[in-house]
């Protein structure tokens, strides 16, 4: 059964650094593809992350480039979404997600950490 399981939201101030954690099981971690989404209340989900853990390949969200650093420890099967220089407007739910090939079309959700960013 394939499992992902996010962690490390809370709320920190503006200009403050949260890391977040995807922590997977259930498939052949190097296989895959695991992007970071999030979801602020009235707005669309957006993608921010994805890497590609067969060679490392990482994509970002343009507001979030520089910001945010994604990798991945395949020796623990998880994922890390290190955010820094936090913004009031990168406050939401943080999802990760599972894909075989690509960062567009994902088939496996976590169940989501709330980050919140104070002004």
């Known amino acids: 059964e394939v499992q992902l399981v996010e962690s490390g939201g809370g709320l920190v101030q503006a200009g403050g650094s949260l890391r977040l954690s995807c922590e997977t099981s259930?498939?052949?971690?190097?296989?895959?593809?695991i992007g970071w989404f999030r979801e602020a209340p009235g707005k669309e989900r957006e993608g921010v992350s994805c890497i590609f853990l067969s060679d490392g390949s990482t994509y970002y969200l343009r507001s979030v480039e520089g910001r945010f650093t994604i990798s991945s420890d395949n020796a623990k099967n998880t994922v890390y979404l290190q955010m820094n220089s936090l913004k009031s407007e990168d406050t939401a739910i943080y999802y990760c997600a599972q894909s075989r090939n690509d960062c567009k079309t994902y088939d496996y959700w976590g169940q989501g950490t709330q980050v919140t960013v104070s002004s």
């Open positions: 259930g498939f052949t971690f190097d296989d895959y593809v």
